[in-house]
């Protein structure tokens, strides 16, 4: 189904954009050299850091998307306004960063380079497309309504509905991967 611009993605369109990621969109953290993946600038975080970040901040929505919908109602209530579009979540998580949001509990903690990088960065990027598998396959029984329905917290947009915090996802892997492509000055992919 061809994309309905300014329109929340379906629940197909994002299964199959995660499929996508898990597939094709870590090839850009396999084309960095291993000696810059694990190192990172002054102030920041390696691309490495990266993807530890991304897996942190992914692993609980795979997680949430298991809790039974009456504990998720019970605990973060229903949607008051209609899923945002992807330009707009963009905007609003942008904005956040702007002014002063971070990642908090989801940065990752300073590790020291591996001794053998090539085989830690694959055991980590294995386990990032773990992590997205784990995340397609969860979204798989929700069906479009309960997507605008039901809401999980997100630690700078506030409570968002499922639909948002799996847009959320696909748009923080793009952010990061885009990040780290400028400052490394290398096309993202």
Do not use: Q
């Given at each position: 189904?061809?994309?309905?611009?300014?329109?929340?993605?379906?629940?197909?369109?994002?299964?199959?954009d995660f499929?996508?990621?898990?597939?094709?969109?870590?090839?850009?953290?396999?084309?960095?050299d291993d000696?810059?993946?694990?190192?990172?600038?002054?102030?920041?975080?390696?691309?490495?850091?990266?993807?530890?970040?991304?897996?942190?901040?992914?692993?609980?929505v795979?997680?949430?998307?298991?809790?039974?919908?009456?504990?998720?109602?019970?605990?973060?209530?229903?949607?008051?306004?209609?899923?945002?579009?992807?330009?707009?979540?963009?905007?609003?998580?942008?904005e956040?960063?702007?002014?002063?949001g971070?990642?908090?509990?989801?940065?990752?903690?300073?590790l020291?380079?591996?001794?053998?990088?090539?085989?830690?960065?694959?055991?980590?990027?294995?386990?990032?497309?773990a992590?997205?598998?784990a995340?397609?396959r969860?979204?798989?029984?929700?069906?479009?309504?309960?997507?605008?329905?039901y809401?999980?917290?997100?630690?700078?947009?506030?409570?968002?509905?499922?639909?948002?915090?799996?847009?959320?996802?696909?748009l923080?892997?793009?952010?990061?991967?885009d990040?780290?492509?400028?400052?490394?000055?290398?096309a993202?992919?």
């Open positions: 189904m061809p994309r309905r611009p300014g329109h929340p993605p379906s629940r197909d369109e994002l299964i199959g499929a996508a990621l898990r597939a094709e969109g870590l090839d850009f953290w396999r084309s960095i000696a810059v993946f694990w190192t990172a600038p002054a102030p920041g975080w390696s691309p490495a850091d990266n993807v530890r970040h991304l897996i942190l901040s992914t692993r609980p795979a997680l949430a998307l298991r809790v039974p919908r009456l504990a998720l109602r019970a605990l973060f209530g229903t949607a008051v306004a209609p899923s945002r579009t992807p330009a707009a979540l963009r905007t609003a998580y942008l956040r960063l702007a002014g002063g971070s990642a908090g509990g989801y940065a990752p903690r300073p020291p380079p591996p001794a053998e990088p090539a085989a830690a960065r694959r055991r980590l990027l294995e386990r990032c497309a992590t997205l598998g995340l397609e969860a979204v798989r029984p929700w069906d479009e309504a309960a997507l605008d329905r809401r999980l917290p997100h630690p700078l947009l506030g409570r968002i509905t499922l639909r948002e915090m799996l847009l959320f996802t696909l923080h892997f793009d952010h990061h991967r990040k780290v492509a400028a400052r490394l000055g290398i993202p992919g």
